[in-house]
């Protein structure tokens, strides 16, 4: 697969898929800096834990998750600055996966973001202590900064299971025993849907409680952000096959040096192809009840299956 064949990976057009990347860079920008404070302890914590967090969490990134989580409180009629301790909160953990996804025990990567990854810059203990502090730095944010008792209860629930045993860190344990057994697309299927499209779900729906969104919009964002996740996931598995270190900003063809359980190695990419398409306007459809407001959303369902890094 050439570049052209990548960046038209969905059949649209890139007007759209422009555009909301010049708004997730606008955001970025505009969170990082809502986000560094966060990051810095008021209390005595040893520097080289501090750094090591810093490391991956202040990485250059697009922030999708906090992006989705302050987007998801709008259309719910709530105030941006309301869902920001969320929106900070589940970039923390997101930090935190990555820094052990990339050990030697997982992944064993030495490449994230365009960077060393955690552990060949701190040692591989700082680097597991440095993914638990931020993972447990996330539920001190949810708790300290909402001050509505109920919410911040609803919230810690939401990010612990979006993120817990039964969501991404079940996935990724399915994603690591899976690379012993043969190629199966319902494994791949289970792996996604919990490792990545579980977090992208918990995204929108920490976004829509923070805003006191009504049962409807709850379930509009919960669907869009699952839907979103499968995409993203089946375009991160075509990505892995077709882009360069250089430009992805991590190590490519890990993937199928360790038989992981991937659309491509499952159905080919073509059928790959077709899923992450079917994905994406599965989110596209599920936010019909919202209308003209959410169409940067609409967008980045597009622009996810559409993107070369």
Known sequence: MNDSDTKNLSGRGSE???????RLTDFAARFDRQFEPFLTPTGDVPQELVDAMRHC??????RLRPYLVTRCCELAGG???KALPAAAAIECVHAFSLIHDDLPAMDDDDLRRGRPTCHKVFGEAVAILAGDALVTLAFELLTRHTPD????????????SGAGWAGMIGGQTADVTGESRPASVELAKYIHERKTASLFRSACRLGALAGCADSKTLSCVSDFGQALGRAF????DLLDLTSTPDVLGKNVCKDAESNKQ????????????AAANQ?????IA????????ANDLRELAEYVVSRHY
């Open 16 to 22: 759209s898929g422009a555009r909301i990347l010049d």
């Open 57 to 62: 969490a202040l990485a250059p990134g697009k």
């Open 79 to 81: 105030d941006r600055n």
């Open 149 to 160: 008792r109920a919410l911040a209860a609803d919230l810690v629930l939401e990010l612990a």
């Open 233 to 236: 996931q089946i375009a991160d």
């Open 262 to 273: 991937t659309y491509p190695r499952c159905v080919g990419c073509e059928e790959s192809r």
């Open 279 to 283: 994905a994406s306007e599965a989110a």
């Open 286 to 293: 599920a936010l019909e009840r919202l209308g003209v407001e």
